[in-house]
């Protein structure tokens, strides 16, 4: 077990180096941290410790218990339970939820990363995403469901993103035009998949699901801070040929805009 375990953290430590070294090094780090975190816990299912069936079953519920948010719990004054939306950021709750994430970060969050500069695209990154589970707990203060993943700081991203490049070009596979797709400019995605996220939240029960709620306050969040930090000077995106200005090249994803981010999971 133990050489599992120190396989896996000399892998990680491995990636991260090589991380440090690429374009948008903070972005490349995040991906890494959370694969890293899903791998070697209960989550994953890969992690022999934590057993099969029903003991693995056990083992993910006190898990997320553990390090998620649990919104009865937030304001009652604990400091463990404070640092809970932190912790959240780097859980996730399956396969599907941990690459549905990732899969956004890293072509989102590339471009905002180099635009806004590392250092302030991390402080951005962790303080949204508090904000954003914080927000989602204020509205559900009385759920003793627990709350992971990174959607909320994701999608604080989406909309930063939406408004420092508003021209850039995202190839968005859409469901009900029989997942033809079709590129178009960040102002016509991003607002409609923010729209569907806000329809969403107004349906969404408290129990297990996705917290449609956190994506709304983390994008809205996002965008709030690209404009108030970079105002009229923040816009790099441009119309001819389609493509992004500030990285050089067009974005691109093949994804639905509508539940992408995958959202955090309330085990």
Known sequence: MSGYRNTVAVRAARALRAARTT??????TLIVLCCAVFVIGPAGGLNPAYGTGDALLAAQQTYFRRWGVIPADL??????????????????????????????????????????GRTRFTLFYAGCGYLALVGYAVA????????????????????????LF??????????????????LPAWVVLPFWAALQWLAAGRAAQGPGVAYL???????????????????????GRGSGGAAVGAGRTTRVKASPAPAPEGENQP
Not at 23 to 28: F, I, K, L, Q, S
Not at 214 to 236: D, E, I, K, M, Q
């Open 23 to 28: 374009p948008a090094p903070v972005t490349r």
């Open 75 to 116: 304001f009652t004054g604990s400091a463990r339970a404070a640092l809970t939306p932190a912790t959240a950021l780097f859980v996730h709750g399956s396969w599907v939820h941990l690459l549905g994430n990732m899969l956004f970060l890293h072509v989102f969050g590339a471009m905002t990363e180099e635009r806004m």
């Open 140 to 163: 559900h203060a009385g759920s003793d469901q627990s709350l992971v993943g990174a959607s909320g700081a994701i999608s604080a991203v989406l909309g930063a993103f939406l408004y």
């Open 166 to 183: 508003p021209r850039a070009r995202v190839t968005s596979v859409l469901p009900f035009l029989f997942f033809l797709p079709l590129r």
């Open 214 to 236: 956190a994506h709304v306050v983390g994008f809205g969040l996002g965008f709030l801070f690209a404009w108030a930090r970079f105002g009229g000077h923040g816009r790099r």
